[in-house]
């Protein structure tokens, strides 16, 4: 996956030549017909509104997949207006996993002695 930051300035300027391009449409549209009643000017709001909408989810998703190899890989989020966000997590990047590694091996070195204790213990039984 490419660098986070890249693909949030090339989604910018991509934003922004979809909103120069609908800028010149509209003003193609405009000037092209003589009179726009109110229903078609209703028309075109609608279509812009929706196709806002659109762009609007197409970005979310971006930012979700990016979210997602952000969060893994530098324990980072970022929001839709581009502020960072940090956040922990269960992610490699936690600043608690040595502490959480280190108890996992005294309680896992506590367990190997129960059960050799528990073998030896049981060995000398003849019930077993």
Not at 13 to 36: D, G, H, M, R, W
Not at 71 to 97: H, T, V
């Amino acid at each position: 996956m490419a660098d986070p930051e890249f693909i949030k300035t090339l989604i910018n300027k991509q934003v922004e030549l979809a909103i120069k391009l609908q800028k010149v449409e509209t003003e193609i549209n405009i000037f092209s017909s003589k009179v726009i009643s109110k229903v078609e000017i209703l028309g075109y709001l609608a279509k812009v509104a929706n196709d806002l909408i659109n762009v609007a989810n197409s970005l979310g998703s971006i930012v979700k997949s990016c979210n997602s190899y952000a969060f893994i890989q530098q324990g980072s989020l970022y929001s839709m207006s581009g502020a960072i966000a940090a956040a922990e997590g269960y992610g490699l990047n936690d600043p608690k996993l040595k502490l959480k590694g280190l108890l996992g091996l005294i309680l896992g070195g506590m367990l190997a002695v129960f059960w050799v204790w528990g073998r030896r213990l049981l060995s000398g039984c003849s019930f077993f």
